[in-house]
């Protein structure tokens, strides 16, 4: 089902939110960055001037860029094959990084604009006192009028550590500074209802007030060539935003002048408005950066208990689990029907979990010979995951209007 928001709506809400935005992150794909001849250096300076702009009008922007494997790739002539071995994208990133620096570096020194590299792992966000310094550096380059340029450090993230793509590392960026806007530039014009180029009736998208599953379906529809992501994690990035209060945009990052007019109320590419809950930063660094290592099953009435009367979890409700952790690892929990109920970190280890799940808080002490907590997540560890990205006027939802 999708419900309306007008014309006039939309576009109210999009020129409020960028007028207001006064910290913004922008992610930049390789498709947009790179031509056939490797990196695009008139897009590189075309962006470079945007920020630059942003930057002058009392904005603090932070770049997130792709770009390196594939400038690594133009600057070698390795071909892509279908399944690239890890170490050689590594190799490939290694040799494109310098490359991309050194794009942006001369591009926004003839701007006098001073920039800085930032390379990240997952790991360096998952413990929580990197976490923090990352924060710290990123808000003092701010201090210094710099514009952090940051990628995922390739070279030493083993598969298994990584961030799934730059749209996830963009959002997550957003979240930690407590930016009010991600912008994703991509390859794509926009969200579209179905296939463009296969479907004549498919529309594009230009307010998305909830991300709705109907929503995540639509991103199927599209694919880029060159990035990682696709639109499907550009979808789940703008859902990481909105459950912290932000919001976002996917747009067509070949357009000359296309933070200009996003700055200036054009009706482009698709906004995402930001969801009604503002979780706090710990809290969002449970549920979006710690990976979880496992699942919970939960029964209705747990379900009922965490969503609709805010309560900590309890082995009681607990129906199965999955994968094997320690005390305090991040896990999910899901519903019957599968679907993420909420994130948090487990009081319990999967092992004590297996012979406590569905018993009384009473009975813990008798099966383990000792009661370490009541709850098996404390609310205070927990972050519900569903009704997030949700709009505060419940009644406005996603809406599709063509121009
Ligand atoms: N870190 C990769 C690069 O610089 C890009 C990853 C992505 O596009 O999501 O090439």
């Given at each position: 089902m999708t419900f309306q928001v007008s014309k006039d709506d939309g576009l109210f809400y999009r020129q409020t939110l960028f007028d207001q935005a006064k910290r913004v992150v922008i992610k930049v794909g390789s498709a947009v960055l790179t031509n056939d001849n490797g990196l695009d250096l008139a897009i590189i300076a075309t962006i470079a001037r945007q920020v630059s702009f942003l930057q002058s009008t009392g904005r603090e922007v932070i770049l997130v860029s792709s770009g390196a494997v594939a400038a690594g790739r133009k600057r070698l002539g390795i071909v892509k094959t279908p399944h690239e071995e890890l170490k050689v994208k590594q190799a490939l990133a290694a040799t494109g990084q310098g490359l991309l620096m050194q794009a942006y570096e001369q591009a926004f020194s003839e701007l006098e604009q001073p920039v800085a590299q930032v390379l990240l792992t997952h790991a360096d966000l998952s413990n929580r006192g990197r976490y923090l310094n990352v924060r710290n550096t990123i808000l003092t380059l701010f201090e210094f009028g710099v514009v952090p340029i940051i990628n995922e450090n390739d070279t030493v993230s083993a598969e298994e550590l990584r961030f799934s793509d730059n749209d996830t590392l963009g959002a997550l960026m957003t979240n930690m500074i407590g930016a009010d806007m991600f912008i994703i530039l991509t390859d794509v014009d926009s969200l579209y209802t179905g296939n463009p180029s296969t479907d004549a009736t498919a529309r594009p998208i230009y307010t998305v007030a909830s991300i709705t599953r109907e929503i995540e379906k639509m991103a199927g529809n599209a694919t880029s060539a060159?990035?990682?992501?696709?639109m499907m994690a550009k979808i789940r990035a703008a859902k990481m935003v909105a459950a912290c209060g932000g919001c976002s945009f996917i747009g067509p990052?070949?357009?000359?002048?296309i933070l200009k007019a996003l700055f200036s109320g054009e009706l482009i590419g698709t906004f995402f408005l930001p969801g009604h809950g503002k979780i706090n930063r710990r809290k969002h660094w449970i549920a979006y950066v710690l990976k979880p290592q496992g699942v919970l099953v939960v029964d209705d009435g747990a379900r009922r208990a965490l969503i609709e009367q805010g309560k900590s979890l309890l082995?009681?409700?607990?129906t199965a689990i999955r994968g094997s952790f320690p005390v305090g690892a991040p896990v999910q929990c899901l519903d019957l029907e599968g679907t993420v109920v909420a994130a948090g970190l487990s009081n319990y280890g999967s092992g004590d979990l297996e012979r406590i799940r569905g018993r009384k808080t009473r009975e813990i002490a008798g099966i383990l010979?000792?009661?370490?907590?009541?709850?098996?997540?404390h609310r205070d560890n927990l972050v519900l995951m569903?009704?997030?990205?949700?709009?505060?006027?419940?009644?406005?939802q996603q809406e599709h209007f063509a121009s």
């Amino acid at each position: 089902m999708t419900f309306q928001v007008s014309k006039d709506d939309g576009l109210f809400y999009r020129q409020t939110l960028f007028d207001q935005a006064k910290r913004v992150v922008i992610k930049v794909g390789s498709a947009v960055l790179t031509n056939d001849n490797g990196l695009d250096l008139a897009i590189i300076a075309t962006i470079a001037r945007q920020v630059s702009f942003l930057q002058s009008t009392g904005r603090e922007v932070i770049l997130v860029s792709s770009g390196a494997v594939a400038a690594g790739r133009k600057r070698l002539g390795i071909v892509k094959t279908p399944h690239e071995e890890l170490k050689v994208k590594q190799a490939l990133a290694a040799t494109g990084q310098g490359l991309l620096m050194q794009a942006y570096e001369q591009a926004f020194s003839e701007l006098e604009q001073p920039v800085a590299q930032v390379l990240l792992t997952h790991a360096d966000l998952s413990n929580r006192g990197r976490y923090l310094n990352v924060r710290n550096t990123i808000l003092t380059l701010f201090e210094f009028g710099v514009v952090p340029i940051i990628n995922e450090n390739d070279t030493v993230s083993a598969e298994e550590l990584r961030f799934s793509d730059n749209d996830t590392l963009g959002a997550l960026m957003t979240n930690m500074i407590g930016a009010d806007m991600f912008i994703i530039l991509t390859d794509v014009d926009s969200l579209y209802t179905g296939n463009p180029s296969t479907d004549a009736t498919a529309r594009p998208i230009y307010t998305v007030a909830s991300i709705t599953r109907e929503i995540e379906k639509m991103a199927g529809n599209a694919t880029s060539a060159l990035g990682t992501g696709g639109m499907m994690a550009k979808i789940r990035a703008a859902k990481m935003v909105a459950a912290c209060g932000g919001c976002s945009f996917i747009g067509p990052g070949k357009h000359p002048e296309i933070l200009k007019a996003l700055f200036s109320g054009e009706l482009i590419g698709t906004f995402f408005l930001p969801g009604h809950g503002k979780i706090n930063r710990r809290k969002h660094w449970i549920a979006y950066v710690l990976k979880p290592q496992g699942v919970l099953v939960v029964d209705d009435g747990a379900r009922r208990a965490l969503i609709e009367q805010g309560k900590s979890l309890l082995p009681s409700g607990i129906t199965a689990i999955r994968g094997s952790f320690p005390v305090g690892a991040p896990v999910q929990c899901l519903d019957l029907e599968g679907t993420v109920v909420a994130a948090g970190l487990s009081n319990y280890g999967s092992g004590d979990l297996e012979r406590i799940r569905g018993r009384k808080t009473r009975e813990i002490a008798g099966i383990l010979g000792r009661k370490d907590h009541d709850e098996v997540i404390h609310r205070d560890n927990l972050v519900l995951m569903v009704g997030e990205g949700q709009h505060p006027r419940g009644a406005l939802q996603q809406e599709h209007f063509a121009s």
